[in-house]
């Protein structure tokens, strides 16, 4: 049987559209080598979420992939942008993860704002150094979300929100979010979507879930005291928001996929390194076939 080469790790092949699909692959590849792993494990030990890093990425044009290059997106095939997550997450999840709540944050005002809401507001989302956190679960409506009871009372030109958003990624760091409330009747048909700054009088987040990974990144509650939004800031038509909530799920599950399959690539790339250089009885741990099963089924 031949031995296993000291040096066995490879880049994933990917299949990309484009040469500048290539590129951009590439640059997402060197960022995360070089800006995002070699401070993973200090940080997450400590429980510090990386805002540099999102910094950095949001001037290389990394936080709005699959959007609009108008209003800063990089305008690229969905399959391209969770090729990139795939990277982040493999230099460590709570980038990747973070990066695609972020992106589902966006997804409401990208697809269904008006071209004025576009116009205000994405540019510094996509582009800006923004972080977005996404508000739909609630303590009493996680996997029936229709059944959400946070209000949205309208006041004048204004919307009044009252209530308590649970398990949001970000929580009380991001600088805006996207919120689901009940403007109308019972059910999915009494739902809204706004975008709301969570420098907003009367939002407060709570302190931090405790969890057992994912340290660096912030999981909290956001309450809603009577927080005041301008009707300017209302995504869709009244009672469309639950709709807009699920076509945001069906990209963002996407994206929480690609984020797991970029952190099995870093476990196997791991266990590859180990089984290379650790010996015993006199060789690579790796030369052995019951050892090298393992690894294939990892692989495969």
Known sequence: MARMPAEIRRPVERDLPTEEAGELIA???DIARKEIAPHAAAEEEEGTFPRAAFRLLSDAGLLGLP??????????????????????????LTVGVGVSVHVLSCHALALHGTKEQRAAWLPGMLGGGLLGSYCLSEPTAGSDAAALSTKA??????????????WITHGGISDFCT???RSGGPGAKGVTAYLVPTDAEGLHAAPPERKMGLKGSP???LHFDGVRV??????GAEGEGFSLALDALDAGRLGIAACAVGLAQAALDAALDRAAEWRQFGRAIGDF?????LLADMAT
Do not use: C, H, M, S
């Open 67 to 92: 959007y609009a290059a108008e209003y800063g997106g990089g305008e690229q095939p969905y399959a391209v942008y969770l090729q990139a997550l795939e990277e982040l997450a493999a230099a460590r």
């Open 219 to 221: 999981t909290a509650q």
């Open 289 to 293: 076939q019951g050892l090298r099963f």
């Open 153 to 166: 009372v309208r006041d004048g030109e204004d919307w009044v929100l009252t209530g308590t958003k649970a």
């Open 230 to 235: 301008a009707d300017a800031r209302r995504i």
């Open 27 to 29: 640059l997402v590849r």
């Open 179 to 181: 919120v689901l409330a």
